[in-house]
C-alpha cells in the first residue's frame, strides 16, 4: 500500500524559508515519479513541482528559482525546499506519488505572513 506522510510545514514572514518533507512507503522515490500539489482557501489544487527524477524536475512558473526539490533514497524521503516566500505561497502542500492526487498524504500547512 502506497502512503505519504508530508511534514515540515509552519508560519514564516515573506521571505522566509521552509523545508517540507514527504516521506512514502510501499514504493520508492528512485524507482517512480512525483509531484507537489498546493491547495490555498478557496482556490483549487495547483501543481507546484512534478519531476522523473532531480535532473528531470519541473516547477511551476511562480516558484521557479525559489523552490527546488530533493531525494534521500536512504529514507525514502522527498524534500522541497522553499525559499523567498511569498504570501501567495500559503497553502496546504501535498505531496504524491506520479500525479495520482488520491495518493497524497494529510498535507502540511504552510502560512505566509507579509
Known amino acids: 500500500e502506497v502512503q505519504l506522510v508530508e511534514s515540515g510545514g509552519g508560519s514564516v514572514q515573506a521571505g522566509g524559508s521552509l523545508r517540507l518533507s514527504c516521506t512514502g512507503s510501499?514504493?520508492?522515490?528512485?524507482?517512480?515519479?512525483w509531484a507537489w500539489y498546493r491547495q490555498a482557501p478557496g482556490n483549487e489544487c495547483e501543481l507546484v513541482s512534478r519531476?522523473?527524477?532531480?535532473?528531470?524536475?519541473r516547477y511551476t512558473d511562480s516558484v521557479k528559482g525559489r523552490f527546488t526539490v530533493s531525494l534521500d533514497n536512504t529514507k525514502n524521503t522527498m524534500y522541497l525546499q522553499m525559499s523567498d516566500l511569498k504570501t501567495e505561497d500559503t497553502g496546504v502542500y501535498y505531496c504524491?506519488?506520479?500525479?495520482?492526487?488520491?495518493?497524497r498524504g494529510q498535507g502540511t500547512q504552510v502560512n505566509v505572513s507579509s
Open positions: 504524491t506519488r506520479s500525479l495520482d492526487w488520491s495518493s
Open positions: 510501499g514504493f520508492t522515490f528512485d524507482d517512480s515519479d
Open positions: 519531476g522523473t527524477s532531480i535532473s528531470n524536475t
